[in-house]
């Protein structure tokens, strides 16, 4: 497998414009995780699913924020509309679902909102 | 909901020596503690794991030890190299018939800095 695939790794975006962030977990996994990092807050937990079914999205900052899981195989963060605080780096992962396994981590999406 | 705070912030150490990170935890719940690095610009990656049915797990030059009555858990590197300086995150789980999904809650993290 090749792991948690996200797409795209770096994103540049002007004020005001929608932002989509792209994940494909690994197959056979059931959770997925959206988790934000930033040299202030470290990495936070944004929402996550579980059998493309959101459990909790307390984390999710905004109403800006939006996340789907259409299917078993992909998940979408979306930023609508984007702001210079959105500034971050963007990871997804993936695990079995059961309590007591690791997480696999994407390699990130680095947003930049000028 | 489960808290993990992490210390200290940042750690420098000389090459050769030992480093050791702290974890605390709130709920007693929790029965999986993993431990992951990060190096600059890279994703995290787990490097060791322990359960509450264990008090110490050691692989090669790092250990972690957990003590469950306290809510604590650590991680020691011992003869540190250059190449372990990274960003180290402690995290909590639980597992009660698959109910958490999974859901790992991080601590702060630490950075390390290993000096030639």
């Known amino acids: 497998d090749a792991g948690v695939i996200q797409s795209p790794r770096h994103e540049v975006t002007e004020m005001g414009q929608e932002v989509t962030l792209r994940c494909k977990p690994i197959s056979g996994h059931n959770s997925l995780f959206w988790y934000r990092q930033t040299m202030m807050r470290g990495l936070e937990l944004l929402i996550y699913f579980n059998n493309n079914v959101p459990i909790d999205d307390s984390g999710m900052p905004e109403d800006r924020f939006s996340a789907k899981m259409p299917n078993a195989s992909f998940s979408t963060l979306k930023i609508q509309p984007s702001e210079p605080r959105d500034s971050a780096v963007y990871f997804c992962?993936?695990?079995?679902?059961?309590?007591?396994?690791?997480?696999?981590f994407g390699q990130g999406t680095r947003l930049t909102v000028v | 909901g489960e808290n993990v705070e992490q210390h200290p912030s940042t750690l420098s150490v000389q090459e050769g020596d030992s480093a050791v990170i702290k974890c605390t935890y709130s709920?007693?719940?929790?029965?999986?503690f993993p431990w992951y690095k990060q190096e600059l610009g890279k994703r995290p990656q787990l490097i060791i794991d322990?359960?509450?049915n264990v008090g110490e797990k050691k692989d090669q030059r790092i250990a972690v030890t957990l003590n469950k009555t306290a809510k604590h858990f650590s991680l020691h590197i011992t003869e540190t190299q250059p190449e372990d300086s990274a960003v180290y995150f402690c995290?909590?789980?639980w597992g009660a018939g698959g109910t958490s999904y999974g859901k790992l809650t991080f601590g702060q993290g630490t950075i390390l800095t290993v000096h030639p």
């Open positions: 322990i359960r509450s």
């Open positions: 992962a993936s695990s079995t679902g059961q309590g007591n396994t690791e997480a696999f």
């Open positions: 709920d007693s719940a929790s029965n999986y």
């Open positions: 995290a909590a789980s």
